[in-house]
């Protein structure tokens, strides 16, 4: 059932299941599989998925390779919904333990805001992360461009980049090592540092040696039309022609609503086993807030291991009985 500031309220003494934090790809298909082990579930979504900003989703089996990730969430979330989940657009603040069941405040509306609370016995942090962005006075002028040919994800996109002149936008010498990379689809590669940081003089050698570009001038705008990048305009009003763009400035992890429970982490990554479950034994970490590969494909996968080893446990405490109800009581074994 869809949940809304009007109708939250009959959730709120449920003890689910499971609770999903996140709707994007890995989130959907967590619920899809914990309904159809017949369980109950919750998922809780602010959207925008990073999903959301995919204009076309080009590795995915099965799917058109042109399609935007937003087609294949709304796909996600009326299959979830026609299994019978529950889905509230919300924003999850805090999670609390206590004893064995989790309490999970969230915040329902940016405007006339509501609080509330629901419990489960199972989490599901699948609340992945977003990209951070050049930097620019203008940032209409970044959105512009950002998820068509100026892109993120070398693995996404490099076979769209093969062979064309792209400029890498960084954020330290660490991250334009991703050039060394980008090199297996394309040579024409330019890096910027918007002289925002300093290379040292080995770097700087050695993208000579590759035969890179290195360009330290600040930009001051994307130009191109119809979503397509065609080159920057630096400070110094010089143009620098480019077909593509990947760029390569870290990003922001949501996971905050975790603060108070003590997970192990590597950097800002959960760690979890190979059923994506985390240290702590009811939480799961899914897609792209944990350790792995940041792919549509994996966090699907994720959603299906995570909703697997939740009906594990939960089977296992259960058990299953005979359904003595269901044997004929004229047959009997003994003939
Ligand atoms: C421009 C772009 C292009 C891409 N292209 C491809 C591609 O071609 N192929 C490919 O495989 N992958 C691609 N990716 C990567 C892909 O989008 C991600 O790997 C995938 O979306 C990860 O899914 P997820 O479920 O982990 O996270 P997401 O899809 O990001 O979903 C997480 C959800 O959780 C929500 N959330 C976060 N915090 C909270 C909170 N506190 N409370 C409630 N909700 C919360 C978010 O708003 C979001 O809706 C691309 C990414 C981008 C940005």
């Keep these: 059932m869809q949940l809304s500031k009007q109708n939250f309220q009959e959730r709120t003494d449920k003890v689910y299941d499971a609770i999903v934090i996140g709707g994007g790809a890995g989130g959907l298909s967590a619920g899809v599989y914990l309904q159809r082990y017949l369980l109950s579930s919750l998922i809780i979504d602010k959207g925008k998925a990073r999903s959301f900003w995919m204009q076309e989703l080009h590795n995915y089996l099965g799917l058109p390779p042109d399609t935007p990730g937003r087609t294949l969430l709304k796909h ?153 990048m065609t080159g920057v305009q630096l400070m110094n009003s010089s143009v620098v022609e480019l077909e593509a763009g990947l760029i390569s400035m870290g990003s922001q992890y949501h996971s905050g609503y975790l603060s108070s429970i003590d997970i192990q982490r590597q950097g800002e990554n959960l760690v979890t086993d190979k059923m994506c479950r985390t240290s702590h034994p009811r939480i799961f970490a899914i897609g792209d807030l944990k350790v792995g590969l940041n792919q549509v494909v994996i966090a699907a996968a994720d959603g299906a291991l995570a909703a697997t080893g939740i009906w594990q446990d939960i089977r296992r405490e259960k058990g299953v009985k005979p359904r003595l109800d269901k044997i004929d009581s004229s047959f009997s074994l003994v003939s």
């Design 76 to 228: 996600g979330k009326d299959h979830y919904l026609s299994v019978g989940g529950d889905l509230l657009n919300a924003y999850v603040e805090e999670v609390v333990e206590e004893g064995d069941i989790f309490v999970v405040r969230v915040k329902i509306g940016r405007q006339d805001s509501i609080y509330a609370e629901f419990r489960t016995k199972y989490l599901i942090a699948a609340s992945g992360i977003i990209d951070n962005l050049p930097f620019l006075d203008d940032m209409q002028n970044v959105y512009e461009y950002a998820g068509y040919n100026l892109h993120v994800c070398l693995i996404c996109d490099g076979y769209e980049m093969a062979d064309k002149k792209v400029g890498i936008f960084g954020k330290n010498q660490r991250s334009l090592e991703v050039a060394f990379s980008l090199g297996w689809f394309t040579p024409h590669i330019t890096l910027f540092t918007q002289d925002m940081f300093d290379v040292t003089p080995q770097f700087r050698q050695r993208l000579e040696d590759y035969g890179y570009e290195l360009i330290e001038e600040p930009i001051e705008k994307f130009i191109g039309e119809n979503h397509q």
